[in-house]
């Protein structure tokens, strides 16, 4: 139960990561990892606690997020209706149970 609830928490934490009002404090707290972590002469980040891995973590999981324009144009057109489709059936839910529907989600006005 205890590792279930560590995973859970790691896929939290890696999933908000992907917010991009987080964007500059993410590159920020990168650079200074690897300017303090970076074990002398080798270039290996010491990875020794879990605040360290999640970071690197939360960097890739963002640099995957952001990668998508960069794709062949066809595949990246894909992936944009598959992401909005995601987001107009949330706020369709949202509109179904009387809730504001979120930024982005309402297919009436996005």
Known sequence: KKQRQSLRKMVIDMVLATDMSKHMSLLADLKTMVETKKVAGSGVLLLD???????????????????????????????????????????????????????????HIA
């Open 49 to 107: 606690n879990y605040t360290d891995r999640i970071q690197v973590l939360q960097n890739m999981v963002h640099c995957s997020d952001l990668s998508n324009p960069t794709k062949p144009l066809d595949l990246y057109r894909t992936w944009v209706d598959r992401v909005m489709e995601e987001f107009f059936r949330q706020g369709d839910m949202e509109r179904k149970q009387g809730l504001d529907i979120s930024p982005m989600c309402d297919r």
